[in-house]
């Protein structure tokens, strides 16, 4: 579906819930603002106006039809900042740990992504998924294949999405067929960059999987490349699951820990984003936080694989906060849904004996990950000068929802209860730069 006219000025009205600072940091009440009747006013791409309906509907243009979304809550588009694209095909395949689950699972399906026609049908449903289920910006990982990346980047070209993405580096501890060389992973990397890099709303991600399938040679490599690229990210995995820490301590026994090995080849900084970061110390999270790095907590793949506990309560401490967003990590998480993520965000949470309250979940979808992803300037928050990603979520969107929200209390209950019920099917709409790029009720059902 295209998505749109960006030059003809939209507007929609409902009630809007965004955030225009850190509700970690500071009194949640001082960072969010909720309208109950608001109109969001959207011209090139942008939102150029936006607030309560009594004050914007006198600065709506002559003659502009006003989309009127009752019972519905408008909010800046969500943003996943850790997912695997070319996993789609091999969702839910369970009960393995992380390491037997990449080899009976992950690498075989990862295997045929060197061929752009297998690549493409399946970087198109990947693409449909994120706009059924209001995500308009995404940290991907494609394969080893330059064809993956390929596949992707136009494909979200044609949705004028915003897409971060890069080819996995790995050039050891895996099935042949998926092995580059250190070399190689440059040399792909660089033409990748020249492509992609910075057009129109993408960017290019250097995306070694992780320390075990990359040699120290290609660690370096990979962050030569980092650092020669202006705006580019660094992308991997960190401390996800407890064999694979010991593992990474077997593989690089002259460093202390496992952030340590990232840290020695360059890896940390700002547009870092390291995947799970479960099994880390203050230390790590320190240097983390020194260092501008985020984390990606992807909840429901911690879950589904037996990953652990990840402690938001640390990572998010006042005294040395680090950046974190949230992730599907599709295939190893369970759903597109955000709505799905920040429950299990809330349920992880409680089982650390740190409630995550409602709001904060919200913000961690929205422009807490603007933040760990370093576009917070972009998306993330719905204000005049952003660019207009915005989700409509449907707050009825099946009967008992429906029942239940006729006893909400207030604006945190009514979000609890869209983590606690909802799914894909309480995304009315999303706009992906001003156009409409999903409208849930307007499509055949598949
Ligand atoms: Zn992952």
Redesign the pocket.
């Known amino acids: 579906m295209p998505s749109g006219d960006h030059t003809a000025v939209t507007a929609i009205r409902g009630a809007m819930l965004t955030f225009t600072g850190d509700p970690f940091a500071q009194p949640v009440r001082d960072v969010r603002r909720y309208e109950s009747d608001a109109i969001v006013l959207m011209a090139d791409g942008r939102i150029v106006d936006c607030g309560p309906a009594a004050d914007v509907a006198a600065r709506v243009p002559a003659g502009t039809p006003v989309t009127h979304y009752p019972n519905a809550l408008i909010s800046a588009g969500f943003i996943d900042a850790?997912v695997?694209y070319p996993q789609l095909p091999v969702i839910g395949a369970g009960g393995k740990p992380l390491l037997e689950w990449l080899t009976a699972y992950t690498f075989p399906a990862e295997a045929r992504f060197g061929d752009i026609d297998y690549a493409r049908p399946i970087a198109a449903r990947y693409v449909a998924e994120n706009l059924r289920n209001g995500i308009t910006t995404a940290a991907v990982?494609g394969t080893v294949h330059r064809a993956s990346v390929d596949a992707l980047f136009e494909e979200a070209e044609r949705h004028d999405l915003r897409i971060i993405c890069g080819k996995v580096l790995m050039d050891r501890h895996a099935p042949a067929e998926l092995l580059d060389t250190a070399e190689r992973g440059y040399d792909e990397g660089k033409s990748l960059i020249e492509r992609w890099h910075g057009r129109g709303r993408l960017s290019y991600a250097i995306t070694p999987r992780f320390a075990a399938t990359s040699t120290p040679e290609q660690l370096e490599l990979a962050g030569t490349l980092w650092r020669e690229t202006p705006g580019a990210y660094l992308q991997s995995?960190v401390a996800e699951n407890a064999d694979e820490v010991s593992w990474i301590a077997s593989l690089y026994p002259s460093h202390a820990r496992y952030l340590d090995v990232y840290a020695h080849h360059g890896l940390l900084g700002r547009r870092a984003v390291y995947?799970h970061g479960i099994h880390l110390d203050d230390a790590d999270f320190e240097s983390l936080h020194v260092s501008g790095t985020a984390l990606a907590h992807?909840p429901t793949?911690n879950n589904f694989l037996g990953s652990g506990l990840f402690s938001l309560h640390r990572a998010r401490s006042e005294q040395r906060p680090v950046r974190v967003g949230l992730g599907t990590?599709l295939g190893?998480g369970t759903s597109f849904s955000m709505l799905r993520t920040m429950q299990a965000a809330s349920e992880v949470a409680h089982l650390g004996g740190h409630p995550l309250s409602p709001s904060r979940a919200w913000w961690l979808a929205t422009r807490g990950g603007a933040e760990a992803l370093d576009v917070d300037d972009r998306v993330g928050t719905l204000a005049p000068g952003y660019e207009a990603d915005v989700v409509v979520l449907d707050l009825a969107s099946t009967p008992l929802i429906e029942f239940r929200m006729r006893y909400a209390a207030d604006i945190d209950d009514v979000l609890a209860v869209q983590f606690a019920l909802g799914d894909d099917r309480a995304v009315r709409a999303t706009y992906v730069a001003g156009g409409l790029a999903w409208d849930r009720d307007a499509t055949p059902r598949m």
């Open positions: 850790h695997h990982f995995h995947a992807c793949s990590d190893g």
